[in-house]
């Protein structure tokens, strides 16, 4: 999307808003009464301070405020004749009833308060199904950098492979992230398409049990987060940190310090802050935060050796040697090689063998310094805001952006002594969202909202296709023995030659319908209308003489004196695709919140409609060897549309004045991830004899899964509450790899994703929260899951068939195995203690080993990618053990509070393992580890979780 565009399409939003909200606001209800007899007040005034929220109460003294932000509010009541009461400290949550029962007694004195604190209560009546909520004053003492961080504290989340978050024993890809009211996940690949920093965060909200009707395209679970506003008071922070790795495993970790000199106080650094306030007071408000944050990580390698290996002469039986021009041989007048190099008889790898005064002839013996070099360095840049403008005290508007930038690597130990071949990959993302609200009267609102989201990831080795530092691999075949890759070497050479760049700009249009209708009934209903642009483009580049159709080369190429020997194959041919697919999502709900004295039923109805836009072939035996470009429209047929209706359920039962029962249960529908539809669906094939794939199937069903869940809250004691849930999942129609398909040449065969696997869930978990003093806190959760499926990695079934030669699927699996991600065992607890002006919170993780399939026989098989007897996931790996401190000390300082805090990750720097060898169980060595290995060959540290972190920093706040 060009500037020009960009600058239309926001001109746009700022003059239409048709889109809605989920719900992002809770409710405040009450009874207010005269102190003396326990009469109704009728007419009292209920304000919510800082806002134009309010209301009075009726005929029976009863109150309600529909359509309050989450966050915390002061409450003020009035009455003629009475004492004006102040509550603080009132919590209000998404979607649930914050309940406030005031008490008014005569005035003796004109204009007399009486402040007092909100009672927070600690088992929640009208929860129909498991979630957990996590506040800004929550999150400021917590000992977490992101919203990943706190997500993975809560109970029923599990953290997979690779740090992946995973809610009650689902694929990563089944959870849905919302942001103000606004689905915003990734739908390539269902990752979250925004960065929110935990300073902009006003409540974070994760829905691990069966989610009302309102939420769609998730099958395991919600994050939903509601970011800050601005207020009519001033208010603004700023937080700087430094810190560092001190780890005493300096050996297998040589990027941390092994002395105190080696030190690196900004080793990872962080500079964040926010700003709120009126623009104009009780009309325009604004909140502005941005964060910019750099770790230069924990892995490590050396700059041993060039990527561009040796360059060295061609020497024949006869010892005569051959220079090749740019190459081995440069001008006196300009010495820089094809490469770039500029080449300088004083680096001691160069050999300059002749230089007769018009060229240079020279050996590159290939090693470099072994400079210490990052290869997982991670680096962002974000922004959020939101510009509230407060029309009449029916209509509100909110202009809501977000914007930001990461730059990462990651490791590969296979390249750990070519450090400089080390893909960096780019994220960029932005939002605008308009919103909406029009409240016509106390008991009815409507939201709106006109969003807009871009996703793009970009990833490549230099940046330009034509940069001359690209190898010819080629050329290796000279390189000498040495260099050659083998078991147990590193690589000695090597540049990344891949380019891939995808990026998906998202239209969302909402309307929402809230209406309390009576005491009884609460209805709420919405359409959701989202239109996907995406592009892609995957290629490799390939040698000039090879023969493949190649892109000519560019005018600023040309006038180069050495042309790339590397170039860019044609679109849609072997090894470039491209792509721009264009999908629709319609959907639809209703849902009803039905509240009794003993009684809260949530029941509701979600339709989804899902339009691929995308083709499959039209035969049975396609000719996928013939040209892309030369394909007619009798080639294709469209895939067809996929619609299903959901219906939820909720009830919650109080069974006394301290416990509640819940239960839950609905059927959820999610689009298959946009990779397993399009990726690969031109369906552009080689010809040449066996299997090739897996590709996208645009014909992909929805995933499907059925939720029961059960539940109990109950308070074991005064400001101690129990939330016990059981759970149940069935899941079907996962993406999963297919018997390989025929096409019109009979060697020339294919496969794609199918529908074809299952999953089934079953755990139980169990959460005690205290509330000992406003300073001292504790919170203890468990989790105890069995996470089953079919098949976790699909494209290594896909790739275990071809090798088998399995073209009928009979071998593929059909057994129910741990799932890759699934870890029987997860406890987290914190305790937080605080006076005046210091405190600190620890906070432990305990989860048990992933599965991994082990190499040793034992009793039977199980599906295509085991062989002999080796049931597939079942060993363990070991467990992991964290825990993490945070202390800070506060002074005031002139009206500004000045503070220090100091935070330590993983305190005990604990050896937790991420992956492990198949025959020992361990990470450190294999069964047979082979001798003449290069020296830290298995001294993996990716095998490891981070080692201990420390950060000091610094915090002012008004």
């Not at 024993?169 to 942001?179: F, H, L, N, P, T």
Request: glycine share 8%.
């Amino acid at each position: 999307m060009n500037n020009a565009t960009k600058l239309l399409f926001a001109v746009f939003v700022f003059l239409f808003a048709a889109e809605s909200l989920h719900a992002q606001a809770g409710r405040i209800t009450g009874n207010v009464t005269d102190a003396r007899d326990g009469e109704p007040i009728i007419g009292a005034q209920v304000i919510i301070q800082g806002t134009t929220q309010g209301t009075t109460t009726d005929f029976d003294g009863n109150f309600r405020i529909l359509n309050v932000r989450p966050g915390t509010y002061t409450l003020e009541f009035r009455y003629i004749g009475y004492t004006t009461q102040i509550v603080e400290d009132v919590l209000v949550r998404t979607d649930l009833n914050t309940v406030v029962d005031m008490q008014l007694s005569e005035s003796v004195l004109e204009g007399e308060e009486i402040v007092v604190r909100a009672q927070r209560d600690v088992v929640i009546r009208d929860l129909t199904s498991t979630e957990s909520r996590v506040s800004r004053q929550d999150l400021e003492r917590l000992p977490v950098q992101d919203v990943g961080e706190v997500v993975s504290l809560q109970a029923g989340v599990t953290v997979g492979p690779g740090g992946s978050i995973h809610i009650r024993g689902g694929r990563a890809s089944e959870v849905a992230y919302i942001v103000d009211g606004v689905r915003v996940s990734d739908d390539f690949d269902r990752g979250s398409g925004l960065r929110v920093e935990n300073q902009a965060i006003e409540e974070l909200q994760v829905i691990s049990g069966a989610f009302n009707a309102e939420y769609g395209q998730a099958t395991s679970g919600i994050i939903n987060i509601a970011t800050r506003s601005g207020t009519n008071d001033w208010r603004g922070n700023l937080r700087i940190w430094g810190g560092e790795y001190a780890t005493t495993r300096s050996g297998l970790f040589p990027g941390a310090p092994g002395t105190f000199s080696e030190i690196d106080p900004v080793h990872q650094y962080n500079v964040e802050g926010s700003i709120s306030g009126p623009i104009v007071r009780d009309k325009v408000t604004f909140f502005l935060s941005g964060r910019r944050f750099r770790n230069e990580g924990w892995l490590y390698g050396y700059n041993a050796f060039s990527p561009q290996g040796p360059i060295l002469p061609l020497q024949d039986e006869a010892g005569n040697l051959t220079w090749e021009r740019g190459y081995n041989e440069v001008p006196v007048s300009n010495p820089v090689n094809r490469y770039g190099h500029f080449i300088n008889g004083d680096d001691p790898w160069i050999n300059i063998v002749e230089n007769d005064g018009e060229f240079i002839r020279y050996r590159d013996e290939g090693f470099r310094d072994s400079t210490m070099v990052s290869m997982h360095p991670f680096e962002t840049v974000s922004f959020q805001g939101n510009v509230q403008y407060n029309a009449t005290n029916m209509l509100r508007f909110n202009l809501i952006g977000n914007w930001s930038q990461e730059f990462s690597q990651g490791y590969n130990h296979g390249g750990r002594l070519v450090a400089q071949n080390n893909t960096q990959t780019e994220r960029n993302n932005y939002f605008v969202n308009l919103r909406t609200t029009f409240t016509p009267s106390a008991n009815m609102f409507f939201t709106s909202n006109f969003a807009m989201r871009y996703n793009a990831f970009e990833s490549n080795l230099f940046g330009d296709p034509y940069d001359p530092r690209h190898l010819n691999f080629e050329r290796t075949g000279d390189f000498p023995q040495a260099f050659q890759p083998r078991d147990g070497r590193f690589a000695r050479f090597g540049t990344n030659n891949g380019f891939f760049n995808r990026n998906t700009t998202t239209f969302i249009g909402k309307i929402e319908y809230n209406h309390q209708v009576n005491d009884q009934h609460f209805i709420k209903a919405g359409i959701d209308v989202q239109a996907d642009v995406l592009n892609y483009r995957n290629y490799g580049l390939v040698p000039i003489t090879g023969g493949a159709d190649l892109e000519p080369f560019p005018d600023r190429v040309l006038d180069r004196e050495f042309l790339p020997e590397l170039g860019i194959p044609l679109e849609n041919t072997i090894g470039h695709e491209v792509w721009t697919r264009k999908p629709v999502t319609f959907s639809a709900y209703i849902q009803d919140r039905i509240e009794y004295e003993n009684l809260i039923i949530n029941a509701g109805l979600r339709f989804d409609y899902f339009v691929p836009n995308g083709r499959i072939p039209a035969s049975d035996r396609p000719r996928l060897t013939q040209r892309f470009d030369e394909r007619d429209a009798s080639f294709w047929s469209e895939a067809s549309p996929k619609y299903q209706l959901s219906p939820r359920l909720g009830i919650a039962y109080p069974i006394s004045a301290r416990g509640v029962i819940h239960f839950s249960y609905g059927y959820f529908f999610q689009v298959p991830n946009y990779s397993n539809l399009y990726n690969g669906s031109n369906l552009i094939l080689a010809n040449i004899s066996g299997a090739q794939g897996p590709f996208g199937n645009p014909d992909l069903r929805p995933e499907q899964s059925v939720k029961y869940e059960l539940g109990l809250q109950q308070e074991i004691f005064t400001g101690t509450a129990l939330d016990l849930s059981i759970f149940y999942e069935d899941k079907r129609d996962y993406v999963s790899s297919g018997p390989i398909q025929p096409t019109a040449i009979p060697s020339v065969r294919y496969g794609t994703w199918i529908n074809r696997d299952y999953a089934n869930i079953r755990g139980i978990t169990a959460a005690i929260n205290q509330r000992v003093t406003r300073r001292v806190s504790f919170g203890v959760d468990y989790t105890f899951s069995i996470a089953e499926d079919s098949n976790s990695d699909p494209a290594a079934e896909f790739f275990a068939a071809v090798a088998s030669g399995d073209t009928t699927g009979s071998n593929l699996a059909r057994f129910l195995t741990p799932a890759n991600w699934d870890r029987t065992h997860v406890l987290n607890s914190s305790f937080f203690y605080a006076q005046d002006t210091w405190g600190f919170n620890i906070v432990q993780r305990f989860s048990s080993g992933l599965p991994y399939t082990p190499s040793a026989s034992v009793p039977r098989s199980v599906g295509i990618t085991s062989t002999g007897d080796i049931i597939t996931n079942s060993l363990r790996m070991p467990a992991t053990f964290t825990v993490d401190l945070n202390m800070y000390k506060n002074i005031e300082v002139s009206g500004y509070t000045m503070g220090l805090f100091f935070n330590i990750f993983n305190i005990f720097d604990a050896r937790n393992p991420s992956s492990v060898f198949n025959d020992t169980g361990s990470p450190d060595l294999p069964l047979n580890p082979l001798a003449d290995a290069d020296p830290g060959w298995y001294a993996d540290p990716s095998r490891f979780a981070e080692p201990r972190r420390v950060q000091f920093g610094f915090s002012m706040q008004f």
